[in-house]
């Protein structure tokens, strides 16, 4: 029988899911069935401090004590009454970056995100060593670009982790972490779901003589698949995550995850043939292999599914930020006039206006890039907005054209795979933000990809409910199914989403404006030399 989501909580057996995002931080809570029944956010702010991107260390625990007293707050004004035992618990973070701690647990340096791009010599001489791509932001491009800038702090590292690493051991004290999050550190073995034996070895060969007294698996974190005991909430853990006391230790974690990996298992695509591409702040698309490759790409990351399979991720530093940016304008023009603001209404109404748009913008370019972004060779980035006195300047073609560069890049780097590589899917499904308006992101992106493309009511859910659903595996799985079988039995029962299938004249326009966004780079390199 189907418990009420107050008895649910009452009785406990809620499942926390929290993700720390680039912009909020998300916690939810999942009934029997899996659907969310509460929820509670904090909203936050990266820093660039000395040149790099940042969280304080102040800032991630004050920002997961804020959404976790707001999810206690809207329980109490809707249940009357307060979470005192969940059944379950999966803490999720952006992946990669680098997080150094010493032996007192103390973080030795500010953490690096995602978004850095400084690492470029450490990640070419690592691609290389490995015969394998190494993105800027992983950890292990992190750790190398530290030690060949000669810095102090690299000797006295005790452990090195990702950000949902970092708040899964404080909460439990264990050091463990996803498989999935754990392919962004340094490639993951399939055959063993572990580190690769072989890379591991390369690098400790690459750093005998600075005499560290440390190997790489001594600092790394153990890595754990889906459905596997991460742990358990201690009675420190508990404190730290509710500090109003009434949050009691016990429950059971899950791996720690990235938000790559619980993007997939939000869509629905952890079966090979499947994928999905998230959209938000950044941009990824994910799509599980049959096989690996044919050979290493610098635009491409081979990563893992929370349960181990190989993933062909493309990955952007620069999504909406600068989409966002310019309908804050309207925004202001509207309060200008003195009309009531009503935010979807406003990006409702200028995206829906984007599809009468010419399918190439009409000549008119955007490059959305806030930081640097690795796949057209940019270290750093000036968010730019192109045209010719010759190009017909409109509002729809604006838009489209701000729009179209949200997915650009990202399409310059599955055109690798779809073209080069041969790769076949049966099924992408979109998330994140530039979905909210219902037809207009998934038509660009079917465009861009020349692929259908899917949308599930559930896809504002996002991390958190994915995370939420990994710790539901860990204890909900009675029957021994697979992840796959898991989400297809439990969560989704067969829900492909709406789809929308590609426009072939769209799919042209796309192309030819692809074209001229590729000529155009040249003026985005050269905005970024004049300011440096």
């Known amino acids: 029988m189907q418990l009420d989501p107050k008895t649910t909580i009452e009785q406990g057996k809620a499942i926390l899911g929290i993700e720390l995002g680039s912009t909020r931080i998300k916690a939810v809570l999942i009934d029997g069935e899996n659907k969310p029944i509460a929820q509670g956010c904090h909203e936050w702010e990266n820093q ?141 073995d399939p055959s063993t779901g572990n580190y690769s034996a072989e890379m591991v070895g390369k690098f400790d060969s690459l750093i005998k003589d600075k005499a560290y007294p440390w190997t790489l698996t001594d600092i790394l974190p153990e890595v754990l698949s889906a459905g596997q005991d991460a742990g358990k909430l201690t009675p420190e853990g508990a404190r730290r995550l509710d500090v109003s006391g009434h949050l009691q230790p016990g429950a059971p974690f899950c791996p720690p995850e990235g938000d790559a990996g619980t993007g997939m298992v939000a869509t629905n695509a952890v079966l090979q043939r499947t994928g999905n591409v998230s959209a938000g702040t950044s941009s990824f698309s994910m799509i599980v292999l049959e096989k690996d490759l044919s050979k290493p790409y610098e635009m491409i990351d081979m990563v893992t599914t929370p349960d181990g399979s190989l993933v062909a991720m493309v990955h952007c530093n620069n999504c909406t930020s600068d989409l966002n940016a310019w309908v804050s304008l309207f925004k202001e023009y509207q309060q200008l006039l003195g009309v009531p603001v009503d935010m979807n209404e406003v990006f409702g109404k200028l995206y829906e206006n984007a599809l009468s748009g010419d399918p190439d913008c009409g000549g008119l370019l955007s490059y959305n890039y806030y930081s640097g972004e690795p796949v057209t060779g940019l270290t750093e ?129 796309f192309n030819r404006y692809i074209e001229t966004y590729r000529q155009g780079l040249a003026i985005e390199h050269a905005a970024c030399e004049a300011k440096r």
């Open 48 to 188: 660039l401090a000395d040149g790099l991107w940042t969280y304080s260390t102040e800032a991630i625990w004050y920002g997961l004590q804020d959404a976790y007293a707001d999810l206690r707050a809207n329980v109490r004004k809707d249940f009357d009454i307060e979470i005192e035992h969940l059944a379950a618990i999966g803490v999720s973070a952006m992946m990669h970056g680098y997080m150094p701690f010493g032996a007192d647990g103390e973080i030795l340096v500010p953490f690096r995100t995602w978004r850095n791009t400084n690492t470029g010599p450490a990640a070419a001489r690592l691609s290389e060593l490995f015969v394998y791509n190494i993105p800027l932001r992983w950890s292990i491009s992190h750790l190398y670009q530290a030690i060949l800038n000669g810095e102090e702090h690299v000797k006295d590292i005790d452990y090195l982790t990702t950000l949902a690493g970092y708040i899964h051991w404080k909460l439990t004290g264990r050091k463990v972490l996803g498989v999935g999050d754990a392919s962004g550190m340094i490639p993951i």
């Open 381 to 509: 980035g000036r968010p730019l907005f192109v045209r010719s006195a010759a190009d017909r300047f409109n509002l729809a073609k604006f838009m489209r054209a701000n729009l179209s560069a949200s997915v650009a890049v990202l399409k310059i780097g599955n055109d690798i795979l779809f073209n080069e590589e041969k790769v076949e899917v049966d099924r992408i499904t979109g998330h994140g933000g530039l979905f909210k308006t219902k037809g207009v992101g998934q038509r660009i992106l079917a465009a861009a990809l020349n692929s259908p493309i899917s949308v599930m009511e559930t896809a504002g859910e996002g991390g958190a409910w994915g995370i939420a659903l990994l710790a539901s595996y860990l204890v909900n799985n009675d029957k021994g199914l697979s992840l796959a079988g898991f989400l297809n039995d439990r969560v989704f029962l067969g829900d492909a989403g709406s789809e929308i299938a590609p426009d072939p004249a769209d799919v042209e326009g």
